[in-house]
Each structure stands twice: as C-alpha cells, then as structure tokens.
C-alpha cells in the first residue's frame, strides 16, 4: 500500500504567524527580485474530465454543517447563462484548467454517515483508509473522509489538519482518497485559522468566518487545499515541489494566502459582508460565501487569490 505523504503540517501553517519570508509570500518593502514559484511537471497522472467525489461523514455533522461542505463542493463547477462570475468557488477552482489536461469537473458521487462512530472516537490512519474504501473507489475520483469536531485523528492538530493519499486496488489500480477534520474543538488556531487566533504569533483579531462556523469553514479551507493537490499530484507524479513524501503542492505551496497583500500573520485584503461582518473571497451555491485559500497558476508562476 503506498501513500502521498501530503500533509498541512501545523509548521508549515505557522511560517503565516512568524516572519519567516518564502517565494510565495513576497513583502511589500522587500528590494530583491524574487524568482518565480515553479512547481515543477512530474509528467504523472492528473485527474481531469468528470472527477467524481464520494463523501464518508464520520461522527456527528448537523444538516446545516454538511450543506455548507456539500455545497463548497457542487460550486466548484457552478455555471449561469453567463459564465462563472471573477469571484466565485467556480472562478478560483477553473485555476486548476491550466495544469496540463485541461478541466477538472468535480462531481458528487455518492455519500455515506457512520454517525454511531463504527470504529470508536480516536482514529489511526488505517481507519482512515477503512472508512475511505466504505465507498467503490474510481481512478479518476477522490473518496472524502470528513471527521466531526469530537473525533481524534493520528497526528490530528500535531502536525496536520487534512491529507491526501492513495491507496492501490487488488487490480494494481491507484485508488486517491482524502481526510480533513473538524478541528472546532480541538485546535482551531491551528486548523481554522484565520477564523482563530493562532496558538503563537500575532494575536490579531480573527476574521469572522462566513457560514458563522468556525470548524467548518476550516474544513472547507483545508478541503479546497487537499482537493486541489489531489487532483493535480494525485499519485506522487504531478506538480508539486520538494520531495515526494513531504511535497508543496498547488495550494500548500501558497499557504496563508487569501487575498492581494497578504504576509506572515496576515492573511490579505479579502470581502467583508456588510450585515455579519464575515469575511469571504468567493461565492457559492445557494448563496454560501467562502474563504478559500490561493492556489499557484502554471501561467504566471504565482500564486493567484480570487481578490
């Protein structure tokens, strides 16, 4: 059984709140030229045409926590009689079209609740896999174990929030599954920020988070980044930089990034909705507004935020 060994490592999310400075996180007074962020073509598969995602809920999700994530997914690909709007889930995801391939249409397949906690509340990554194989897996699909606020995970909120891997069928067969966490209750400064103040750092106040759920809309913040490494480095061949078992892949490599002028501790200028005072970057289905993180573009080499 071999792995993608992609992690959001709690570290790596942490370069946001120090002033450590990267190529992807450039300061404004920085008198350098920096060289472009490249992600280098492992001439791998890629997941593109019709992908379909399974959903594995695992734990206890209200309805109104599983239409936030379920609609997160089904406006990857919203389209009107005019297109997608420049600021919309739509918009921020067809960035992954100019990966070799062409588009990545995200549909979702089937989905499946364990709310009675079939394997306990403390979770080893081969539960992990266990629950992804609960659903038939496809070649060019991702199945998504999502985890509630009161389920632990191994190295959960210690060195990662969410991952993508693979998994090989009896057939020989790379199969590509997916695990993000509520980390409401655990560790939302590591995992939900910049709806939390981090653990260290900085403690500026927090942005409101735009469906008022502070765990869940970290999920879709750490969903938006594993999808889109699963679909563009889904079995270790595809774009990313640095090694295979710990890579920077299409978002990680832009992490703490959501809007123009972001750096270290700040997370950039994004959209402030004037009745709740949430804050957003993208619109979505049944009028969800989200926070989604920036994601690097082939084309111009950097690192592309919706605003």
Known sequence: MAFNNLYIKIFVLLLVVFATQTKATPRILDLVKQNPLVLKYHKGILLKGNVNV???WYGKFTSTQRSIIVDFFQSLNLKNRHGSPPLSVASWWRTTTNYKGGSSIINIGKQVFDQNYSLGKSLKDAQIVALASKVSAHVNGVNVVLTASDVAVEDFCMSRCGTHRY???KNGKKYAYAWVGNSGSQCPGQCAWPFQKPIVGPQTPPLVAPNGDVGVDGMVINLATVLAGAVTNPFD?????????????????CIGIFGSGAFPGYPGKVLVDKKTGASYNAQGENGRKYLLPAMWDPVTLKCKTPV
Do not use: D, H, K
């Not at 061949?237 to 490599?253: D, K, R």
């Open 167 to 169: 998994i090989r069928g």
């Open 54 to 56: 399974n959903l594995i």
């Open 237 to 253: 061949g595809g774009y990313f930089q640095g090694s295979p078992s710990a890579p920077l892949e299409a978002v990680t490599a």
